[in-house]
C-alpha cells in the first residue's frame, strides 16, 4: 500500500473555555520538511510537534499551523500590576512641580508597563495538551487523505503496468518472428568472412557480435523482471518511492537498449509507446511517499 505526499487534515481540541486548532497540510517533497506556526507564547511545544509528525510521515514538506482562542481573555490571562513601577511614577509625580491633584484610576491605566496581562498559572500545560491532542487527529486526518489518494495513484500505476507488459510480451512475439531475418543476415555476414579466409574462431566472435546486437531478448527478459519487481514494491507497507524511482530507471534503460536493438517500424511503435507510459509513471510516483 502506497501514501501519496499531499494531503491535509484539520481538528481542533477543546477544554473549559480553550479551543486549540490544529491544520496539517503536506506536499510533496523530496526530504522530509516541517515547520509550524503558533501562537508565540507557545513555541516550547514545536519539538513535540515535530517529533509526533517524524513518527507517521517520512517525506514531504509538512506545514503545521496552530491557533489557540479563548471564550474570553480570563480564561487564559489574568491582570498584573507593577506596583514598584507604580510606586515609582507616583514619586516622580509627587517630585514634579508642574503635577498636582490626585491621580485617578484612568490615570493609572495610562501609564506604560504598569499594567499588564499575565498567562493564567497552568495555561501553558493545558493548552500543550490540546495542542498535542488537536496535531494528532488532524495528523491521522492527513494520513487518511495520503492513504486515499495512494489507492488512487496505485490503480493508476498498475493499469500503466499491464498496458506495458501486454507490449513487452508483443515485443516478444516480433523478436521470434524476427529472428529469421536475423540468422539471414548472420548468413550473410558469415558469407562474406569466408571469402575473407578468417578462422573458425573469429567466425565464432563475429556470430556473437552480430548477435548481441540484433537480439532484444536478455533486457526484455530483464525489463520483465523489473516490472515484477515494481509490482512487489507496491505491495510494500513501507514508504517506497524511492525505490520505485530506482527500479523506474532500469526500465528506461533496457527499453532504451530494445529500441537501439529494434528493426522494424512496429518495434519502433512499442518502443514509443512503453516509454510514453514509463513517463506517466515517473510522474505520479514524484508524489509517492
Known amino acids: 500500500m502506497i501514501q501519496s505526499m499531499t494531503g491535509y487534515g484539520e481538528r481542533t481540541a477543546r477544554?473549559?473555555?480553550?479551543?486549540?486548532?490544529?491544520?496539517v497540510r503536506s506536499l510533496n517533497s523530496r526530504f522530509l520538511e516541517i515547520s509550524s506556526r503558533m501562537p508565540e507564547l507557545f513555541y516550547g511545544v514545536e519539538q513535540t510537534v515535530a517529533e509526533m509528525i517524524k513518527k507517521r510521515i517520512s517525506r514531504g514538506k509538512v506545514q503545521v499551523t496552530?491557533?489557540?482562542?479563548?471564550?474570553t481573555k480570563t480564561d487564559m490571562y489574568e491582570v498584573f500590576l507593577d506596583e514598584p513601577l507604580l510606586e515609582k511614577?507616583?514619586?516622580?509625580?509627587?517630585?514634579?512641580k508642574g503635577i498636582s491633584g490626585e491621580?485617578?484610576?484612568?490615570?493609572?491605566?495610562?501609564?506604560?508597563?504598569v499594567l499588564a496581562l499575565k498567562p493564567k498559572e497552568g495555561?501553558?500545560?493545558?493548552?500543550?495538551?490540546?495542542?498535542?491532542?488537536?496535531?494528532?487527529?488532524?495528523?491521522?486526518?492527513?494520513?487518511d487523505m495520503r492513504i486515499a489518494e495512494g489507492r488512487v495513484i496505485e490503480i493508476d500505476l498498475?493499469?500503466?503496468?499491464?498496458?506495458i507488459e501486454k507490449k513487452v510480451k508483443e515485443l516478444s512475439n516480433l523478436t521470434e518472428l524476427s529472428r529469421k531475418g536475423y540468422l539471414e543476415r548472420l548468413r550473410e555476414r558469415m558469407a562474406e568472412i569466408c571469402e575473407a579466409g578468417v578462422t573458425e574462431e573469429r567466425l565464432a566472435q563475429e556470430a556473437a557480435i552480430l548477435a548481441s546486437k540484433s537480439d532484444p531478448t536478455e533486457e526484455m527478459t530483464r525489463l520483465a523482471s523489473h516490472l515484477s519487481q515494481f509490482r512487489e514494491t507496491l505491495d510494500s507497507s513501507e514508504p517506497v518511492g524511492s525505490k520505485l524511482r530506482?527500479?523506474?530507471?532500469?526500465?528506461?534503460?533496457?527499453?532504451?537498449?530494445?529500441?537501439?536493438?529494434?528493426?522494424?517500424?512496429?518495434?519502433s511503435e512499442l518502443v514509443i509507446s512503453i516509454k510514453e507510459q514509463l513517463e506517466r509513471i515517473r510522474e505520479q510516483i514524484q508524489n509517492v511517499e
Open 15 to 23: 477544554e473549559k473555555g480553550l479551543a486549540v486548532t490544529a491544520s
Open 66 to 71: 496552530i491557533s489557540v482562542d479563548a471564550d
Open 89 to 96: 511614577y507616583l514619586s516622580a509625580f509627587s517630585k514634579s
Open 103 to 113: 491621580i485617578s484610576a484612568a490615570d493609572i491605566t495610562s501609564l506604560p508597563d
Open 123 to 143: 495555561l501553558f500545560d493545558r493548552v500543550s495538551r490540546l495542542i498535542t491532542e488537536s496535531v494528532n487527529a488532524a495528523l491521522e486526518a492527513t494520513i
Open 158 to 163: 498498475r493499469r500503466r503496468l499491464d498496458d
Open 246 to 267: 530506482f527500479i523506474l530507471q532500469e526500465c528506461n534503460r533496457e527499453t532504451d537498449t530494445i529500441g537501439a536493438k529494434g528493426d522494424t517500424a512496429r518495434v
